[in-house]
């Protein structure tokens, strides 16, 4: 029999109380089941990065036991920066394998929300910029989650691109823009991919919370794509019962205590009794809850057992983590160092010896251990180098409150986070700027005496971070200070930035000959970090994203608006329209620091004998890429196709494919890129190359 109709002809032997168990949160990550028909509750847990720890059924405060350290994947970004769909689904098939054995039915991942601002805090959750470089990275995601037994739980649908007033937040956006650029990735994750569930956004979209949204879950959602799978909302995202139960939303979690007063438990149990609200709106949801578990093989038939922390998904998340570091500059090739000739190196920065997976907000994990970059560099070298370690800056020092998780606050406003960020700000030590000095004053004494030296900064969790929106691109805790005053000392330190968005650097570019972006790279970022500087290892991260000299050069903030005014309606227009990152960029040639695609290697690359022929639903594009150097690598090889007389309306290009092609030295081979949407109404430009502003190989087409 169809999963459908055995699921209605379960509903049909449930009560009205049975059913509204299975729809809303029973404890803070799981829903009510039914043990008279043995139907199980359903089981969820964060984690893009890895799943989240254990916390108590009915309170923000973890349980503490040994058995929930994971394995700590690198974030999103990192995984975008490889440009490997092959290990985008090997990250996704340990993620849910990882689940599963921790005994969950749905992990609340991937998160593909474009990356519209810089500021945005969750950005290190999200893949890129760029629609198609999203999807064809989060979709193969989501088939390696579900090759597990578990659900993924695509987010957060839709326009959940800032997390300032996240909640009330009303987005204005064009109907162009938000089928080109805020869709494509929903709609190839859940309906080409088909993952089982989606979850909504905080905000709202032209009016209408999303997770009460007919438009968007109805129309857009339900008729028009035809998704079959599970709609939960975002943990307090739901505000009225009527709304919610008569919408397409199947589950309302939260982060609340009171799970019998969420608005689609007893408040709506009341309405049906009343005859306010039909209870085949309710049947509905618990049918689509059914068939997701009959999916997942939690009602009967053999279910995969899963695992977590074994040997290979910790080797995968090496593998990714190594192809995402991203050489940004190489001037004078100092890289790689010789782990041979380093007798003396001096490493300076917190962020060397920082550990980033237990922050973040959701995002947040125990990990089974983490390998800092300092100790990735002592172990790749061992002891007979002299590695010498300075903090070279320092945090703000805010006293944490407790640990009792975030989330009990997470509801409240902007008004009552600024006055407890001001509350914070006022217990920072007066002698702060004082401490600061002085690491420094040190860093650069030491820099003086060591041939190398290697700085390692950038952000931490206190930016990128849910909840959270940067105000600017800066650097926090004077670390500009710092590089200019090492560089200008020891011109030939190399430096490395971690985070999960870009940072201002044109205070000390110019100064820098040799600079690397490392992301949060999981519980082996270290290690990858290491390989990379020393040669072992090389690089072949691209950016997924463009890398701003400043955020007012984003068009979020230079010609829409980010976050919007704090009027009574809480409105952000989107008057960028489909203009976002490089597109906007390219379009009105504003200057990036490092544009969309960018990363270097340890040898050269050359492209050749490009050609292109016209098949179904696009253009197969072929060229020759040849490794002109002496070591083996990897080449992200990029399409964009340009219209050669474009509306006002249209970018400069697009990405449309792009295929990684691993060379040994002098080797060559023909590359097939298959470019998607080219439809063949107007003359183009295909444009391939390393970058999208290293345009190696062009060929035009007229429209057919």
């Given at each position: 029999?169809?999963?459908?109709?055995?699921?209605?002809?379960?509903?049909?032997?449930?009560?009205?109380?049975?059913?509204?168990?299975?729809?809303?949160?029973?404890?803070?990550?799981?829903?009510?089941?039914?043990?008279?028909?043995?139907?199980?509750?359903?089981?969820?847990?964060?984690?893009?990065?890895?799943?989240?720890?254990?916390?108590?059924?009915?309170?923000?405060?973890?349980?503490?036991?040994?058995?929930?350290?994971?394995?700590?994947?690198?974030?999103?970004?990192?995984?975008?920066?490889?440009?490997?769909?092959?290990?985008?689904?090997?990250?996704?098939?340990?993620?849910?394998?990882?689940?599963?054995?921790?005994?969950?039915?749905?992990?609340?991942?991937?998160?593909?929300?474009?990356?519209?601002?810089?500021?945005?805090?969750?950005?290190?959750?999200?893949?890129?910029?760029?629609?198609?470089?999203?999807?064809?990275?989060?979709?193969?995601?989501?088939?390696?989650?579900?090759?597990?037994?578990?659900?993924?739980?695509?987010?957060?649908?839709?326009?959940?691109?800032?997390?300032?007033?996240?909640?009330?937040?009303?987005?204005?956006?064009?109907?162009?823009?938000?089928?080109?650029?805020?869709?494509?990735?929903?709609?190839?994750?859940?309906?080409?991919?088909?993952?089982?569930?989606?979850?909504?956004?905080?905000?709202?979209?032209?009016?209408?919370?999303?997770?009460?949204?007919?438009?968007?879950?109805?129309?857009?959602?339900?008729?028009?794509?035809?998704?079959?799978?599970?709609?939960?909302?975002?943990?307090?995202?739901?505000?009225?019962?009527?709304?919610?139960?008569?919408?397409?939303?199947?589950?309302?979690?939260?982060?609340?205590?009171?799970?019998?007063?969420?608005?689609?438990?007893?408040?709506?149990?009341e309405k049906i009794e009343k005859g306010e609200i039909a209870e085949e709106?309710?049947?509905?949801?618990?049918?689509?809850?059914?068939?997701?578990?009959?999916?997942?093989?939690?009602?009967?038939?053999?279910?995969?057992?899963?695992?977590?922390?074994?040997?290979?998904?910790?080797?995968?998340?090496?593998?990714?983590?190594?192809?995402?570091?991203?050489?940004?500059?190489?001037?004078?090739?100092?890289?790689?160092?010789?782990?041979?000739?380093?007798?003396?190196?001096?490493?300076?920065?917190?962020?060397?010896?920082?550990?980033?997976?237990?922050?973040?907000?959701?995002?947040?994990?125990?990990?089974?251990?983490?390998?800092?970059?300092?100790?990735?560099?002592?172990?790749?070298?061992?002891?007979?180098?002299?590695?010498?370690?300075?903090?070279?800056?320092?945090?703000?020092?805010?006293?944490?409150?407790?640990?009792?998780?975030?989330?009990?606050?997470?509801?409240?406003?902007?008004?009552?986070?600024?006055?407890?960020?001001?509350?914070?700000?006022?217990?920072?030590?007066?002698?702060?700027?004082?401490?600061?000095?002085?690491?420094?004053?040190?860093?650069?004494?030491?820099?003086?005496?060591?041939?190398?030296?290697?700085?390692?900064?950038?952000?931490?969790?206190?930016?990128?971070?849910?909840?959270?929106?940067?105000?600017?691109?800066?650097?926090?805790?004077?670390?500009?200070?710092?590089?200019?005053?090492?560089?200008?000392?020891?011109?030939?330190?190399?430096?490395?930035?971690?985070?999960?968005?870009?940072?201002?650097?044109?205070?000390?570019?110019?100064?820098?000959?040799?600079?690397?972006?490392?992301?949060?790279?999981?519980?082996?970022?270290?290690?990858?970090?290491?390989?990379?500087?020393?040669?072992?290892?090389?690089?072949?991260?691209?950016?997924?994203?463009?890398?701003?000299?400043?955020?007012?050069?984003?068009?979020?903030?230079?010609?829409?608006?980010?976050?919007?005014?704090?009027?009574?309606?809480?409105?952000?227009?989107?008057?960028?329209?489909?203009?976002?990152?490089?597109?906007?960029?390219?379009?009105?040639?504003?200057?990036?620091?490092f544009c969309f695609g960018h990363g270097l290697s340890y040898t050269e690359?050359?492209?050749?004998?490009?050609?292109?022929?016209?098949?179904?639903?696009?253009?197969n594009v072929f060229c020759t890429i040849t490794n002109e150097g002496t070591?083996?690598?990897?080449?992200?090889?990029?399409?964009?196709?340009?219209?050669?007389?474009?509306?006002?309306?249209?970018?400069?290009?697009?990405?449309?494919?792009?295929?990684?092609?691993?060379?040994?030295?002098?080797?060559?081979?023909?590359?097939?890129?298959?470019?998607?949407?080219?439809?063949?109404?107007?003359?183009?430009?295909?444009?391939?190359?390393?970058?999208?502003?290293?345009?190696?190989?062009?060929?035009?087409?007229?429209?057919?």
């Open positions: 029999m169809d999963y459908r109709e055995k699921a209605k002809e379960l509903v049909q032997q449930m009560t009205l109380e049975e059913k509204i168990g299975m729809i809303h949160g029973e404890q803070l990550f799981q829903t009510a089941g039914v043990p008279r028909l043995e139907i199980p509750p359903l089981k969820m847990s964060d984690g893009p990065m890895g799943v989240r720890h254990e916390f108590e059924p009915a309170q923000w405060k973890t349980i503490g036991y040994s058995d929930d350290y994971v394995t700590y994947l690198p974030c999103n970004s990192a995984l975008a920066a490889t440009w490997n769909r092959r290990l985008a689904y090997e990250m996704g098939e340990v993620l849910g394998e990882e689940a599963r054995g921790r005994g969950k039915d749905v992990i609340l991942a991937p998160g593909i929300n474009i990356k519209r601002s810089p500021l945005c805090g969750r950005n290190f959750e999200y893949f890129s910029e760029d629609p198609y470089l999203t999807k064809e990275l989060a979709a193969p995601f989501v088939e390696g989650v579900q090759s597990c037994d578990v659900a993924a739980c695509v987010k957060h649908f839709a326009l959940n691109n800032q997390e300032t007033n996240r909640l009330i937040v009303d987005v204005e956006i064009e109907e162009k823009a938000l089928r080109d650029i805020y869709l494509p990735a929903f709609y190839d994750t859940l309906i080409k991919a088909k993952s089982h569930s989606v979850m909504g956004a905080y905000n709202k979209i032209r009016g209408e919370h999303c997770c009460q949204s007919k438009y968007l879950l109805e129309d857009i959602l339900r008729k028009e794509w035809g998704y079959d799978g599970v709609v939960i909302s975002d943990w307090g995202a739901v505000h009225d019962t009527e709304l919610a139960a008569n919408s397409q939303l199947d589950i309302e979690m939260s982060v609340t205590y009171d799970f019998d007063q969420y608005f689609m438990a007893e408040p709506l149990r709106q309710v049947d509905e949801k618990v049918i689509n809850i059914l068939v997701l578990m009959m999916r997942l093989h939690m009602l009967g038939g053999e279910r995969k057992a899963g695992a977590y922390n074994t040997p290979i998904h910790r080797q995968r998340a090496l593998e990714t983590a190594r192809e995402s570091v991203v050489l940004l500059k190489n001037e004078k090739k100092r890289l790689p160092l010789k782990a041979e000739n380093v007798r003396k190196l001096l490493v300076i920065g917190e962020n060397a010896e920082c550990i980033h997976s237990n922050g973040g907000g959701s995002a947040e994990i125990k990990a089974l251990y983490e390998i800092t970059p300092l100790m990735g560099i002592k172990t790749l070298l061992g002891g007979n180098t002299q590695v010498h370690y300075v903090k070279g800056y320092c945090r703000d020092e805010a006293s944490k409150e407790s640990d009792v998780n975030w989330q009990e606050d997470s509801l409240k406003g902007e008004a009552e986070k600024e006055e407890d960020s001001q509350k914070s700000a006022s217990k920072i030590s007066k002698g702060l700027a004082e401490k600061r000095k002085c690491l420094r004053d040190e860093a650069v004494v030491l820099a003086k005496e060591y041939e190398q030296v290697i700085l390692i900064g950038g952000l931490n969790h206190e930016q990128d971070s849910e909840g959270n929106d940067r105000s600017d691109m800066k650097l926090p805790y004077e670390q500009d200070l710092l590089i200019q005053e090492v560089l200008k000392t020891n011109p030939d330190t190399t430096v490395v930035m971690t985070g999960g968005s870009p940072v201002e650097m044109g205070e000390w570019l110019s100064m820098a000959h040799t600079l690397v972006w490392g992301w949060y790279g999981g519980m082996e970022g270290g290690t990858a970090l290491a390989e990379v500087l020393f040669g072992r290892v090389n690089p072949s991260g691209k950016l997924p994203e463009t890398f701003y000299k400043k955020h007012t050069d984003c068009s979020a903030h230079a010609l829409g608006e980010f976050p919007g005014e704090e009027k009574g309606d809480y409105k952000v227009h989107y008057k960028e329209s489909i203009f976002v990152g490089y597109r906007y960029n390219d379009t009105f040639e504003v200057e990036p620091e690359f050359s492209y050749g004998n490009a050609r292109a022929e016209r098949v179904e639903n696009g253009v070591r083996k690598g990897a080449e992200s090889a990029q399409v964009y196709v340009t219209p050669l007389h474009k509306s006002k309306d249209e970018p400069f290009q697009e990405l449309r494919g792009f295929e990684k092609v691993e060379l040994e030295p002098q080797e060559a081979k023909e590359v097939c890129i298959f470019a998607e949407n080219v439809t063949g109404e107007k003359d183009i430009e295909i444009r391939i190359g390393s970058s999208s502003r290293d345009i190696r190989q062009v060929v035009k087409l007229a429209k057919w």
